[in-house]
Structures are given as C-alpha cells and as structure tokens.
C-alpha cells in the first residue's frame, strides 16, 4: 500500500525530522527532541507573560488574562483544521496513507484545541457577561466545529476496513474550512454578544498593544511550535499502528489458510 509519492509498506513515511524507524520504533527524532525542549522551556515563560508579567485590561481587567489562552488555543485550532481540510482533498486525489495519517493526526489535536477553547471562553463568559454559555453565533458555531472534529474520530474508529473511513473521513473533513469561515464572520455576520476582532482594529481604546501584544504573538506562536511536535509523534504512532494491523490481519490470513490445508 502506498504512503506517499516514493513509500511502500513496510518503510518508514518521509517525514521532515523524522529518522527512519529502528528496531525500538521510537516516535521521535533529533527534530522533535529539539521541539519539545523548546516548548518546555517556553511554557514557563508564557504562564509567567500571561499571569504575571501583563497589566490588567482598562476594561476587562484580570479576567483578560484568560484570552492569553483562548486566543492562541483557537488559533491552533483553525490551522489544525486547516492541515486536515488540505489532507482530505489529497487523499481523495492521491489515496496515499501519507496524507491520510497527516489528517487524522491534525484533527485529533484540533479537537483538544477547540475544546480548551470552547473551555476557556466559557470560563470567560461567566466573568464576562455573567453566564457560562450563550446560543451566540460564535458560540454554537464554535460547538459545531468541535462536533465535526469529533464526528471525524468517530467515523475513523467506527470502520475497521481503512479505505472506508479514510474516505469517510475525508469527506468530514471538507466541511471544516466552511465552518472555520462561519465562526471567523459570524460576530459580523449575526448579532453577537462575542467581542469583535481585536488584533487589527485601529480605534486607539480598544487596540492591543506593548507588552500584551508580545504576550499574545509569542504564547500562540509557543501553540504552533506545540502542534508541529504533537503532529509529528500523533503521525508516527498512527502510521505504527497501521503497521500493526496490517500484521495482525496477515496472520489471520495465514491461520485460515492453514485451517483450509489441514
């Protein structure tokens, strides 16, 4: 079964930073070493940014703190999404396990990413506005994307044939972009109690700036660095786990043939 342009059953995927596998089948690899310690170290820094090191919001206050989280967390999210959108048009042009494995990785981390968003922003809400969650367009367009994450697992774990739920799969994944769109404009779109967009507004009293500003771009680009090592391991053992069902079901072929001959 093919795994890309130049790979074969049996063979370790190409993946940039990822060695060959070994005789210990380890997930990781000098990139992924480098990657991880740069999150460990970084995290630190971002909690003390975020909770410490920030002043409070003129408006908000303490509770702005929180948005140190939402916001990389949903931005993780989206491009998660996006990697997982791009992967099921592949696959259903290429029907290579490469691009399959990229998919299901990105989804599976988008859905803990969306969900630690819809959390933090509900822990937000009820600061906010009084209440923990509102039927408000971002809201429950938000759920939604969180449903289709979850529905893409669901279908990949309901199919043990693997060509079904790639395809099935694939086909959930289309409708991620749309609705990434949806929950983007629906504070523009629909009356909303959700905040506008507040990283390019150019209104003076409303604009982020200085140290919040850095807080902000560095804790989301900690949250790109997190998804690129979460996708590497999440992928490797997903194309390991492949390999083991693979030998399991030639096994089983060999123990009925066996049964046949005796």
């Known amino acids: 079964m093919s795994i890309g342009n130049e790979q074969t059953a ?7 930073g990822q060695s060959a596998p070994t005789g210990h089948r380890s997930t990781s690899s000098p990139l992924t070493r480098v990657l991880g310690i740069i999150v460990v170290l970084c995290i630190p820094l971002v909690v003390w940014l975020s909770f410490v090191a920030t002043p409070p919001d003129r408006v908000q206050g ?3 703190r929180l948005l140190y989280v939402h916001v ?11 990697v997982t959108f791009v992967s099921s048009i592949m696959w259903l042009w290429k029907r290579s396990e490469w691009w399959d494995l990229v998919g299901s990785s990105a989804a599976e981390i988008g859905s803990v990413f969306t969900a630690l968003t819809l959390v933090s ?3 937000w809400g009820q600061i906010t506005w009084g209440t923990a969650w509102e039927w408000d367009p971002r809201l429950t367009s938000t759920l939604f994307l969180f449903l289709l994450l979850v529905g893409y697992q669901a279908l990949r774990a309901a199919s043990p044939d693997r060509s079904a739920r790639s395809r099935r799969s694939a086909v959930v994944g289309l409708l991620l972009v749309p609705n990434i769109i949806i929950v983007n404009r629906s504070v523009e779109w629909w009356r909303s109690l959700h905040q506008d967009a507040t990283l390019f507004r150019t209104d003076l009293d409303f604009r982020i700036e200085g140290l919040m500003l850095f807080t902000w771009m560095f804790t989301t680009a900690v949250g790109m660095v997190l998804l690129v090592w979460l996708m590497f391991h ?7 786990a492949n390999r083991v069902e693979e030998q399991q079901l030639s096994e089983a072929v ?8 005796s």
């Open 10 to 16: 049996g063979t370790a995927p190409t993946v940039p």
């Open 121 to 123: 922003g509900m822990i």
């Open 234 to 240: 999440r992928f490797r053992v997903g194309w390991l």
């Open 254 to 261: 060999a123990a009925r043939r066996a049964e046949a001959t």
């Open 72 to 82: 990389p967390s949903v931005t993780v999210a989206y491009v998660a999404c996006f």
């Open 62 to 64: 303490e509770s702005v």
